[in-house]
């Protein structure tokens, strides 16, 4: 039996290493009235990825993920400008799937709509 779908995913990719980038915590927050509150917390797997993140659907809204890159930097015994990556977005389409992938390097990171 599979594991259900969550509505969000992410993927991180070590881009100045050209791996995947293993062991990122990862925070799901939904944006709420008075601030954020936290829906799920995970870390990346031996591929960067984390498939299972928060509930399978999300109402309509703003959410973040949160990465925290400092501890992905110590484990790697880098030094990294950034030490906490937050990607903001919408969600528009509460039955959809959202993969929000980052590409991290010590002094810069992207991110994408994936799919």
Same mark, same amino acid.
Request: proline letters at 7%.
């Given at each position: 039996?599979?594991?259900?779908?969550?509505?969000?995913?992410?993927? $991180? /990719?070590?881009? %100045? *290493?050209?791996?995947?980038?293993?062991? =990122?915590?990862?925070?799901?927050? &939904? +944006?709420?009235?008075? #601030?954020?509150? $936290? /829906?799920?917390? %995970? *870390?990346?797997?031996?591929?960067?990825? =984390?498939?299972?993140?928060?509930? &399978? +659907?999300?109402?309509? #809204?703003?959410?973040? /993920?949160?990465?925290?890159?400092?501890?992905?930097?110590?484990?790697?015994?880098?030094?990294?400008?950034?030490?906490?990556?937050?990607?903001?977005?919408?969600?528009?389409?509460?039955?959809?799937?959202?993969?929000?992938?980052?590409?991290?390097?010590?002094?810069?990171?992207?991110?994408?709509?994936?799919?």
């Amino acid at each position: 039996m599979s594991e259900p779908a969550s509505a969000v995913t992410t993927h $991180v /990719l070590d881009a %100045a *290493r050209g791996r995947p980038a293993a062991g =990122v915590p990862v925070v799901l927050q &939904a +944006r709420t009235g008075t #601030g954020w509150r $936290v /829906l799920a917390e %995970a *870390r990346t797997d031996a591929d960067g990825r =984390v498939r299972q993140l928060g509930p &399978a +659907r999300l109402a309509a #809204g703003v959410y973040r /993920l949160v990465f925290d890159t400092d501890a992905y930097f110590t484990a790697t015994a880098t030094t990294g400008f950034y030490p906490e990556v937050s990607v903001t977005f919408r969600i528009g389409d509460p039955g959809g799937h959202h993969h929000v992938p980052v590409l991290l390097s010590p002094f810069a990171f992207s991110t994408y709509r994936g799919s």
